[in-house]
Every structure is written in C-alpha cells, then in structure tokens.
C-alpha cells in the first residue's frame, strides 16, 4: 500500500515539475498556457488520489468521508482547470498578445 | 423529526406548484420531480462534507436543502424534462477514454518540455472547425476535452465554430475526429 | 519513514512553488502573472493537503484545501473578467481569429513557394 501510495504521490511531482519547466521554458503565453493547463491538473489529481489512499489506510467511517472529500477537490480541479485555461486565453486573444512564430526569438 | 421534515418539503412544493398542477400538470410534475432531485443532491453533499450525524446537524443541513431546493432548482436541472440518467451513463462510458488521453498528453508536453532543441518542435497556430454537435452540454464536454488532450486549447464557441489553439500540426489535424464522435456517441440523443 | 516522505515531498513542493514565482514577477505580460497566480494556487491546495498529513489532523485540512481551490479558480476568472468587461467581444474574437488564420496562411504559402 505504501509503495502505490509513494508512486502516486512522486508521479504527480514529476508532472508539476514539467509543469514548472515549462512555464518558464516555452516561449509565448499560449505555449505556457497548454504545459500549465495540462500538467497541472493531472498532477495535482495523482497526489490527492495518493493522499486519499494514504488516509484510508486504518479504515472508518470518518476516515472515508475525508477521503470522499479529498476526492471531490480532484473532481473539481477536473472541472475548473479547463475552464480557467480558457478564460486565459480568450483574455490574451482580447487584450492582443501575438502568438509565438517559427522564426521569432523567445519572449 | 424526520416524518415532519419531509410533510414541510411537500407542502412547499405542492404550495408553490399548485397552479401550475391545475393549468399544466405534466409541466408541474417535472418542477416538483427537479426539486427533489436537487434536494437529494444537496443532502447527499452535505452529508458528505458535514461528517456529522447528530440531530442539530443534520436537521440544520435538511433546512439549508430545502432553501436551496425551493430557490434554486431551475438551475441544476435546465431543460424540462431531460435525460440526465443516459446522460449520466454516457459520461461513464467516455470518462476512460478521456482519461487515458489526458495521460498521452501530459506525457507529450513533458515530451516538448524536456527537449533541448524545443523551438523546432513546436508550431503554434490559429484555427476554426465546424462542429455537428446540438447539444449545448455536449459542446461544452467536447471543449473541455479538447482544452485536456493532446496540444490543443479550445479559445471560443460561437454558434458551431470552435476556435482551437494547437500546439503542433499534427495536434490540428487530429481533429475534429475520434473524439468528436466519442462525445456524440456518449451525449446526443435526438 | 513514511513522514519523512512527505516532509520531503512538501519541501519539493515549495521550491516549485518559489521557481514558478519567477513568472509572477517577472513575467512580460499580465497573462503570465494571471497564469503564475493560478499555477501557484494549484500547488498550495496539494501542498496544504501534505501538511494535513504531517499534522495527523487531515480532516480539518481537507477543508481548507476545498476553500482555497474555490477561490483560486474564482480569483482567475474574476482576474480574466476584469479583462473581458465591453460587449461584443464574440465579434472581436471572431476578427482577431480571421486575423491570425489569414496570416499564417500566408505564411504557410510563402514558405512552399
């Protein structure tokens, strides 16, 4: 149990760390926009499912309903993720940031 | 407690239908069917975010249901009378498929990311594509999905045009195809 | 043995957290500040959800977590709606999107030709 518990939590890790990597790596707002948007939900999903596998280690009823709970979060980031990506976006496409071309220098 | 908790929920209901019941009465059958489906919803996340099962908590979270119930039920349940079982089913059914998507393409950024030579990887551009999708709900599922797959970002829906941001040409040329139909499969009816 | 596991992993999570600040404060537009902010959140929300686990009081952390990813995602859209305020802005999308297909098609023919 432990084991699943410690790949959950060190493969979610990674990703935030390529999430990281490339917020600061790629070269345009719309590019950090898809590593952002990506990997961080996925990401911030793996380490609650490992912390809510942690939890329902000694097995209660409370102990399921705060599992339940942590799950939730993870159903909500689902939802919320996408959405604020494209809020994002829309905003940029608006106020008038130019995408990133073959051929121009990072910004 | 309970007997009286539950005779106040249908007297507010039968109360504030009535004369719906009297001039359409199929229309008022489904508004009372809407709140309590939203009151049972409502219950079941109290009981779940509460954890407590003592009678002042849990009457204190019936009351808030009924409030909210009463208020508020048009907008869990939009159209009269729809599906939302098949559709709850449908989203079961697309839910893997999404998933193991959502895993190929955090492995593609870390793919792009990890690069040395990045900048010849990537070729961001601008696109529109027609959808045949009715459903509002099902466009919504298909721009998340979208926004959560393979280096491509939904930025609008106007009318039946999505607006994609992609990463890589491959990326745009994938869609709309696989997954356009997946979503047509899970959630159109008509 | 398994607390010095996520001793560590929300040690990790901070730096990431202190890396990813770079673009909040440094980031050329206001997107990527947006952006930043909203990066941030995500890992706090996780990172309070360690230290309920370190505390051995993950039941009240739980909530915490809840609130604070409410209100990261209600913060970026307000941050974003600020931004998207005037009318009209699916006719404006629609030009800015006409825009950019027209010149990258330009682009894509001058490069085979």
Redesign the interface.
Known sequence: MTIVVSIFILGGLFFFAIGVLGILRFPDFYSRLHAAGKSDSLAAVLVIAGVALYNLQDLSLDNLLVSLKIMLIAVFIYVASPTATHALTKTALILGFEPWEKGNKRR | MWLFCSYLLLYCIERHTYTDIQHFYKLGLLLMKAKIATFTIMLIFWVIMSGMFDAFHFSLGVLCCMLVAYISSDLLFLDKGQPWLRELAGMLLYLPYLFWQIVIANLQVAYIALHPRMLDKIDPHLFRFDSSLKRPISKVALAQSITLTPGTITVNIHDNQFAVYALTKEAAEALPGEMERRVAKALEFE | M?EH?FLG?SI??IL?IL??L??VVGG?????R???G??VG??T??LL??IG?LYED??MF??I??AY??LN?IA??GA??Y??RRGG??K???D??TR??DA?AD?SKGGSS
């Open positions: 398994v596991f992993s990790f999570l990431l890396i990813s770079i673009r050329p537009t206001v997107g990527d947006i952006l930043g909203n990066v995500t890992k929300t996780v959800l360690l686990i993950l039941g739980v909530d977590a809840i990813a409410l995602f970026t859209l974003t709606k931004f998207l802005v699916d404006m999308l629609d800015v999107i950019h297909e990258s682009a």
